[in-house]
């Protein structure tokens, strides 16, 4: 059994130390936080079958293009002479054909639903129970534009065989009687489920310590040491960590971890903003996505969770009241009786997708060395995915055999 090393401890890195315990070895997960508040906390919590798409759609560049001169649009790409950005977008305009999108849609779906049969079972486990509810998702549209696409989209899902069902506005409205609505219709992506990240976080936590994980809080990975092709310790200001297998787990601090090792992790981080408003749930019971204006809206922890925008920047902290401004607009025009309040901007959580620029995520070793593992690059499903790439951690740790295809996902992939 091996001494593995995490860096990182969002919903990839507490995952994989979850199955790597699960299988015998001996896990130390160090964060530079307190893990108690980053990216794998205030997501929509949405576990999404449903998107078999990448990120990088012929669509996509258009759409993108016209967004980043609308202050209010649900996607910025800050203009930069950035190398990473510059690197970022170049691939991103290779990838986005259907060629890719054709060769993605396999190895995601596949790595989906793995990812929510583990969710289903570890729901299941004592000490979890995360609220996971399966009643799908709905992508509610406004124009002919996006009913045709989502119809398209619908039928390609049903070809891969993920259960999903183009409604009208009739239909939608029996199956939330309580909520006005303003749409043409959506589809119901009945493959897909939602759970409470930080639930799910906190009952991953309780139980990795319990188990006797080492888990090490505001301990940021400074140094990493390598010699004749493998990792030998790696370092936080004047501590020292050594183990026989590492995972990079950063999300969108990866890059920064790669360049400790020399090995090149091509993402962007791409903040988001969620909010939460309390008594709203018993108007809405499926979550909703809003196909045009790009929010999610999640049923959780007795109230909504409103949460959207992707803005590609260097990591920071400002709010861009603004966009938050788009996602609390844009509501009300899908579903006139549903009008949140802005919020303040104390209440404003904010966090940063690890966002790769093919739209695929990062899950194997590096070609350069021989016991690093990269896990990350999950952009906006990095909480779908999160139990799938943990097991698939495991597998490539303990020298088994994936379950699924992993090719795709290669690090040093083109
Ligand atoms: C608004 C919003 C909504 C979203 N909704 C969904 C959704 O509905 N469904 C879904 O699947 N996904 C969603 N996502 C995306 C999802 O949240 C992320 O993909 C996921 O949380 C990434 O997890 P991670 O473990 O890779 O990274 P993180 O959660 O960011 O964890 C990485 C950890 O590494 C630590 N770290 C970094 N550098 C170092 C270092 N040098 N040393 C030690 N530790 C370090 C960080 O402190 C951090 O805790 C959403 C994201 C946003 C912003």
Not at 328 to 341: D, Q, T
Request: with cysteine.
């Amino acid at each position: 059994m091996a001494k593995v090393l995490i860096i990182g401890g969002g919903i990839v890195g507490l995952s994989s130390a979850y199955y790597l315990h699960k299988a015998g070895h001996q896990v130390t997960v160090l964060d530079k936080g307190d893990m108690t508040d980053g990216c794998s906390y205030g997501n929509a919590g949405m576990i999404v079958p449903s998107h078999f798409v990448p990120l990088a759609t012929p669509g996509m560049v258009k759409q993108g293009i016209r967004w980043m001169f609308n202050s209010k649009s649900p996607f910025y790409v800050k203009p930069s002479l950035n190398p990473q950005l510059i690197s970022w977008g170049l691939k991103f305009l290779k990838k986005a054909n259907a060629g890719h999108v054709e060769r993605s849609a396999v190895p995601l779906t596949e790595l989906s639903l793995l990812s929510k049969k583990l969710y289903e079972e570890l729901d299941k486990e004592p000490g979890f129970g995360f609220d996971l509810v399966e009643k799908g998702i709905l992508m509610f549209y406004k124009t002919e534009k996006a009913a045709e696409e989502e119809a398209h989209m619908a039928q390609k899902g049903c070809s891969l065989g993920l259960d999903m069902e183009v409604l009208s506005a009739a239909d939608c409205m029996k199956l939330q009687p309580n909520l006005q609505l303003d749409v043409l219709g959506a589809v119901h992506y009945k493959c897909d489920a939602h759970l409470s990240p930080n639930k799910l976080m906190a009952a991953l936590i309780k139980y990795l310590k319990a188990a006797g994980v080492n888990l090490v809080a505001n301990k940021e990975v400074t140094k990493i040491e390598a010699s004749g092709g493998k990792v030998k310790r790696v370092l936080s200001f004047h501590d020292e960590f050594t183990a026989d297998e590492y995972i990079v787990a950063g999300g969108s601090w990866s890059p920064a971890i790669g360049k400790l090792l020399d090995i090149k992790i091509l993402l962007m981080p791409g903040k988001g903003y969620s909010f939460n408003i309390k008594d709203h749930q018993q108007i809405m019971q499926i979550p909703a996505l809003l196909a045009e204006a790009r929010v999610a809206i999640t049923p959780m922890n007795g109230g909504l969770r409103y949460g959207g925008t992707m803005e590609l920047d260097k990591i920071n902290n400002r709010v861009n009241m603004n966009r938050v401004k788009g996602i609390v607009e844009s509501v009300p025009e899908y579903f006139p009786g549903l009008k949140p309040a802005l919020p303040a901007e104390k209440d404003i959580w904010f966090g940063f997708r690890p966002s790769s620029a093919d739209g695929l995520p990062y899950i194997g070793r590096s070609k350069s060395f021989n016991n690093p593992t990269i896990a990350t690059g999950h952009g906006t499903m990095g909480l779908s995915l999160g139990a799938a790439t943990g097991l698939l951690v495991n597998a490539i740790i303990s020298g088994t055999s994936t379950s699924i295809s992993i090719e795709a996902f290669a690090p040093d992939r083109d």
